[in-house]
């Protein structure tokens, strides 16, 4: 192990020591959850076709909405991803001349066929939903003109993504939300919030209702699955809108009493129990790689005295670079490892995208995995991973590859 990385890793004891800190808070709250709905061994067992009558499936959406402090949840493996979510989300809720309004600019480059921002004849836009957005200023909210936006305009839905996306800006902090939803709600109490909690979630010791939001939407392939969960996603918030977004999941009038769970049910207990640890052991590798490569004189970011979610940014100013990158964290993956990351078309991005993930569920950021789109400045961005020591052997690795360039 490199001795100047071991120099860097001793300094972060004080980081280090908060987010154990931050894990046992949050462990304590899934503790807690768990005994609160009654999770038993016969909630690991599933239904098939129509899923009437899943115990298992009651008793997790029990757990989240207990967790997240929320009236109802909404836990599903027929969502696909966090983008599926927060499509069925955005489509539960907003009707024809409704509007739409992001205040944290614009949003992850999925959800730009979904609103209507890139053309798709499936768009919300073409079913006239209305949308606009609001750039954060300084990495923060633009409250002045958010609340005249809210005084001018009848504004339906609020999205705010917490998480930085492909963009250059940080990620926003709870306590920034928790303000910022304050002023919503004395300005325009009915317009209904909805967080992006995705890469966020057990960060901190808040979670975005407990701050007044009224729904918010995640992954299971990210924090909340632990690398445990093969697929899914969670909604929770406004018993009102959770049966509308089911619906809009399902079909109307069966909406949240119909989704088979067809197996999964102790895989999303089991990794929503593990998920603070596995949080954890993310933020801590987040944290000594934005140490490491700011030491080697790179933009890292955040720095390392607080984040508001797992993803580390680091900004390499040559394509050559974000590939090579991504090539280290594959070969220092679990699985495929011999494979080389190579910059390709996806479905829902505009630019090539290189990926690294070596992961056992395919796309599990949770698991160390990093990637970024081909696009100036030329920006990785690192997530995971499940292990501390896993993620430190890979950091070892990337250090020694960038510390002479």
Aim: charged content about 25%; proline content about 4%; aromatic content about 8%.
């Amino acid at each position: 192990m490199n001795k100047d990385l071991l120099t860097i890793e001793n300094s972060l004891s004080n980081e280090f020591n908060k987010i154990d800190e931050i894990c046992l808070i949050n462990s304590k709250k899934v503790l807690d959850a768990f005994h609160d709905a009654g999770v038993c061994e016969g909630a690991f067992n599933g239904t098939t076709g129509y899923g009437y009558n899943d115990l298992g499936r009651e008793i997790i959406e029990n757990v989240y909405a207990k967790y997240f402090k929320a009236e109802k949840a909404l836990v599903r493996n027929q969502f696909i991803s966090g983008t599926h979510a927060l499509t069925k989300t955005l489509f539960g809720l907003l009707r024809p001349h409704d509007l739409l309004l992001s205040i944290s600019g614009t949003p992850y480059d999925t959800l730009h066929e979904v609103i209507g921002i890139n053309d798709n004849p499936s768009s919300l836009k073409s079913f006239l939903v209305d949308y606009d957005e609001i750039a954060l200023v300084n990495n923060d909210f633009d409250d002045g003109r958010i609340v005249n936006y809210l005084k001018e305009h009848q504004v339906k839905l609020i999205e705010i993504q917490r998480s930085c996306g492909y963009s250059t800006r940080e990620s926003i902090t709870i306590d920034k939300v928790e303000r910022i939803i304050k002023k919503i709600k004395e300005v325009s109490p009915d317009t209904l919030v909805m967080v992006d909690n995705c890469y966020c979630e057990m960060v901190s010791d808040k979670e975005p209702i407990e701050v007044g939001a009224d729904i918010c939407v995640g992954s299971l392939i990210k924090n909340l699955g632990a690398g445990i969960c093969s697929n899914g996603a969670y909604v929770v918030g406004k018993a009102s809108c959770i049966d509308l977004i089911a619906e809009s999941l399902n079909s109307p009038g069966e909406g949240y009493d119909v989704g088979p769970s067809l197996g999964a049910n102790k895989s999303i207990l089991e990794g929503f129990y593990m998920a603070p640890m596995v949080v954890k052991n993310a933020l801590k590798v987040g944290t000594l790689l934005s140490a490491a490569f700011k030491s080697l004189g790179y933009d890292a970011t955040p720095e390392y005295e607080y984040r508001a979610d797992i993803v580390t940014k680091i900004t390499l100013n040559d394509p050559d670079k974000v590939i090579r990158f991504c090539e280290i964290v594959q070969a220092n993956s679990a699985v495929d490892a011999n494979v080389k990351p190579i910059p390709s078309p996806m479905p829902g991005y505009e630019d090539l995208v290189v990926m690294a993930s070596g992961s056992f569920t395919q796309g599990s950021s949770i698991e160390i995995s990093c990637d970024g789109p081909l696009r100036e400045p030329y920006i990785v961005y690192f997530q995971g991973s499940l292990s501390y020591e896993y993620g430190k052997i890979c950091i070892n690795e990337l250090y020694e590859e960038f510390k002479n360039d």
